[in-house]
T-cell receptor
């Protein structure tokens, strides 16, 4: 079974600064998909960024980018120019190539300080 | 707004009772997923339906069941409720439901409190 590990329960960053959230996973699959979801205080789950394992290029979405290291099974999220609205729980998630369920990590609570 | 609707938003009930959570997927989405978010277990996958048929099963208790109707809305039935069933229950939907992993769009969740 796949597992996803987020070793940082809480992180804090000054606004306008950069922060990196860590995620590692375990799988025997070669093709799979990785995601970062944001859960603000409203509890809504919002997709931040996705990465296909067969793509070597790291995904980017505006201020959000990932560092995908397939051999190391590592998938970190970098948030540049942090904003107060980035304050939320961030979940790393794994999906098999069959494309069904998401397996989530335990989350990292990010606080952006003014 | 993801386009996925869930009702009710909040539900408070007693141990031993039965409740039904409802989910309407985005227009055009064929697949519905149910997830449970609790303090003990984190976010975990319960069950998936695709076009009316069960497609995948996760850590869903035998006291829990689900179905997807011809109009593609889904219901999650929770029976013989226990204190530990208190959680936020999410429904998500996507177009293909497997094979081509599209983004799963999450509903706002139903907060279940069992007293």
């Amino acid at each position: 079974a796949q597992t996803v590990t987020q070793s940082q329960p809480e992180m804090s960053v000054q606004d306008a600064e950069t922060v990196t959230l860590s995620c590692t996973y375990d799988t025997s699959e070669n093709n799979y998909y990785l995601f970062w979801y944001k859960q603000p205080p409203s509890r809504q789950m919002i997709l931040v960024i996705r990465q296909e394992a067969y793509k070597q290029q790291n995904a980017t979405e505006n201020r959000f980018s990932v560092n995908f290291q397939k051999a190391a099974k590592s998938f970190s999220l970098k948030i540049s120019d942090s904003q107060l609205g980035d304050t939320a729980m961030y979940f790393c998630a794994f999906m098999e190539s069959s494309g069904d369920k998401l397996t989530f990590g335990t989350g990292t609570r990010l606080a952006v300080r003014p | 707004d993801s386009g996925v609707t869930q009702t009710p938003k909040h539900l408070i009930t007693a141990t031993g009772q039965r409740v039904t959570l409802r989910c309407s997927p985005r227009s055009g989405d064929l697949s519905v997923y149910w997830y449970q978010q609790s303090l003990d277990q984190g976010l975990q996958f319960l069950i998936q339906y695709y076009n009316g048929e069960e497609r995948a099963k996760g850590n869903i208790l035998e006291r829990f069941s689900a179905q997807q109707f011809p109009d593609l809305h889904s219901e999650l039935n929770l029976s013989s409720l226990e204190l530990g069933d208190s959680a936020l229950y999410f429904c998500a939907s996507d177009v293909d439901g497997g094979g081509i992993p599209n983004e799963q769009f999450f509903g706002p969740g139903t907060r279940l409190t069992v007293l």
